[in-house]
């Protein structure tokens, strides 16, 4: 049985560490910091289910620094993109053992194929996850995880369809670059706007300004990209809003703890792309630019 190692503590990387640990792979969390790493040593890692059920599972973990693989492994790299950033070196200097990327966003995949592994993957997270502390995670939200195989073998998929259940079902995909740009554009109708109004993904739908204001992008984007329409109805943001509304975004979380976003690598690549064909966001800039300024003065909620 593989050796699952999970690079990243955040709450994706501790979710999915748990769902894994639970189908009996042997599982190996990779922290930055030591102080962490400790703290899964001593107390595992806690999840609290969709039901408020608790359930620990005991795991190793190590920090980046310590990170060595001699044998049998796969490992995920659940980190944000600036952190992915810092850890490419370490990255190119393991053995060849399969890799699946989780970031959000665009701007790692090339980044990822650059590297010489045979075997990468890159995943997409539908599911709400919430870290409350260094070992402790809420699955706010059932969804799928799509995995989609961009070269090598099918090692990570088994591994994935071995842990999966109701709560945590997977989809293979066939197109990781689409995949990935589908879930920058779902990111973009639901984290920007929740960041400055300082809101559950339910009130967008719930409060008619912001309702207003989630039609609005609905229309600017598709008309960007309007191959995607057909795939995503705006129905389907709308039950996105109301599957997760209790969820705190990602980018809501990181602008209340003072955190640098993700910004860039979700709304600015989306950005990017349409202006490269010729078109225009105008009110997804104008979030994108108020993100930067807010995440520039330091302001916290």
Same mark, same amino acid.
């Given at each position: ?21 639970e189908a009996n792979y042997p599982v ?6 030591e102080a962490q790493a400790e703290e ?23 920090? *980046? $620094?310590? %990170? ?8 995920? /790299? ?5 952190? @992915? #950033? ?90 990781? *670059? $689409?995949? %990935? ?8 109708? /639901? ?5 400055? @109004? #300082? ?103």
């Amino acid at each position: 049985m593989e050796h699952v190692y999970v690079i990243g503590a955040g709450a994706v990387g501790l979710l999915m560490a748990s769902f894994l640990s639970e189908a009996n792979y042997p599982v190996t969390m990779v922290t930055r910091r030591e102080a962490q790493a400790e703290e899964i040593r001593a107390h595992g890692i806690t999840r609290f289910n969709i039901d408020e059920q608790q359930q620990t599972f005991r795991v190793a973990a190590i920090t *980046e $620094q310590q %990170l060595r693989i001699e044998e049998e492994a796969i490992v995920i /790299v659940a980190t944000k993109y600036d952190a @992915l #950033q810092i850890l490419l070196p370490t990255l190119e200097g393991l053995s060849d053992v399969p890799l699946l990327f989780m970031q959000n966003g665009l701007l790692h995949y090339e980044q990822a194929l650059a590297l010489k592994h045979q075997h990468i993957t890159f995943g997409s997270a539908q599911f709400g996850a919430e870290k409350v502390n260094e070992t402790t995670v809420y699955h706010r939200g059932i969804g799928v995880l799509k995995l989609a195989i961009e070269r090598g073998n099918t090692d990570i998929i088994k591994v994935f369809q071995a842990a999966s259940k109701e709560e945590f079902f997977i989809e293979q995909q066939q197109d990781a *670059e $689409q995949m %990935l740009l589908e879930k920058a554009l779902l990111n973009c109708f /639901v984290n920007p706007l929740t960041a400055l @109004l #300082q809101v559950k993904n339910g009130q967008l739908i719930d409060n008619a300004h912001a309702y207003h204001l989630l039609q609005q992008l609905y229309r600017e984007l598709m008309q960007a990209f309007p191959q995607m329409e057909q795939k995503f109805p705006f129905q389907a943001v709308y039950q996105l809003c109301e599957r997760t509304a209790e969820n705190t975004s990602s980018m809501l979380a990181d602008r209340q703890a003072g955190r640098k976003s993700e910004i860039e690598t979700i709304v600015g690549a989306i950005i990017k792309k349409v202006r490269k064909k010729g078109a225009d966001v105008p009110t997804l800039g104008v979030l994108y630019y108020l993100l930067l300024a807010i995440e520039e003065s330091g302001e916290k909620m």
